[in-house]
């Protein structure tokens, strides 16, 4: 029987809110593996113990991203960590858009400003809306939108984002995410599970540092050709040549309706599985072969 450890966030006695993880963990147990659900930071874990570590819901990390990184080499030096140790090193840092864009994956334009970085005139558009976030940030962290007129707003955000050792980087706002909303497609095991479709998480006026829904109205969705293939795209650029176990690419529409890449979520994206219960099954029996692989543990 394989162990297989979720690691999640400790949500401090309040109901965690991975609602996908009693589900997850029992179709594991279903399926013939020992699943345990405990905080990525839980400090007496020995996560050798462990077949596979998978990173599921560990959403206070953006705060503490070394002391995460750190855990991911421990778990990765002991036993078999998922995602790999060098695509959760890659994809905590959001400037990965700049390599993505490199290899010819569509991705919304980002310029990116390091805490020495002074923002001047032309690091902030002055004639279309446009997004501040931390290139290290997960369900809208000190994350807004502005339109031109508010561009000392913008650059007092820089500012606390600076002062607080936080790179930041700066986005067109594209205006179709208002009509067609951000669309998430899944894949577990190298094959789309699932897709999904949110509306606008950034409202006009709302404080970088206010709490926002992450994932509003959001519904089933059939992703069209062109979104697949944006989305497949952007996997095969993924550096290491390790095929990642879960990915999650949420997508928006530029001004010419295309799709391009607003995220690829390779460490710890929300599975919606309350919303696509047919998916439980599938991803859980990745999980399971995942643990049944040949050992290639660095102690093995």
């Known amino acids: 029987m394989p162990r297989v450890a979720l690691a999640t966030y400790d949500p401090q006695g309040a109901p965690n809110r991975d609602r996908d993880l009693p589900t997850l963990a029992q179709a594991l147990k279903d399926a013939g593996a020992e699943a345990h659900v405990l905080p990525w930071d839980a400090p007496d874990t020995d996560w050798a113990a462990f077949d596979l570590v998978v990173i599921r819901s560990t959403w206070d990390y953006t705060g503490r991203t070394e002391e995460f990184l750190a855990w991911a080499e421990r778990c990765a030096t002991s036993t078999r960590l998922v995602n790999p140790l ?91 995410i208002d009509t ?72 928006v529409d530029g001004d010419d309706g295309t799709p391009q890449v607003m995220e690829l979520e390779l460490v710890e994206p929300n599975l919606f599985l309350w919303l696509h219960p047919q998916s439980v099954a599938p991803v859980a029996q990745a999980i399971l072969t995942a643990a049944l692989a040949p050992a290639d543990r660095p102690d093995a």
């Not at 919304?108 to 690091?123: K, N, S």
């Not at 369900?139 to 790179?167: C, F, K, Q, S, V």
């Not at 606008?200 to 992703?223: F, I, Q, R």
């Not at 069209?224 to 290491?240: D, I, M």
Request: proline share 11%; no cysteine; charged share 25%.
């Open 180 to 251: 067609t909303g951000e669309r998430a497609l899944q894949f577990y095991g190298g094959r789309l599970v699932h897709a999904s479709r949110k509306r606008a998480v950034l409202s006009p006026g709302t404080p970088y540092d206010a709490d926002k829904v992450p994932h509003p109205d959001l519904e089933p969705w059939t992703p069209t050709p062109a979104e697949r293939a944006v989305a497949e795209r952007a996997l095969a650029a993924v550096p290491g040549g390790a095929e990642p176990l879960y990915a999650r690419v949420d997508l």
């Open 86 to 176: 060098d695509v959760v090193r890659w994809n905590t840092d959001k400037r990965y858009l700049g390599d993505l864009a490199a290899a010819g994956v569509p991705v919304v334009p980002t310029r990116y400003l390091d805490p020495r970085d002074t923002p001047d005139a032309g690091d902030l558009p002055g004639d279309h809306e446009f997004v501040v976030k931390p290139v290290h940030g997960a369900g809208a962290r000190y994350a807004a939108r502005y339109t031109p007129g508010e561009r000392d707003r913008a650059a007092a955000h820089i500012a606390r984002m600076h002062a607080e050792g936080l790179p930041a980087m700066v986005q067109p706002y594209l205006t179709r």
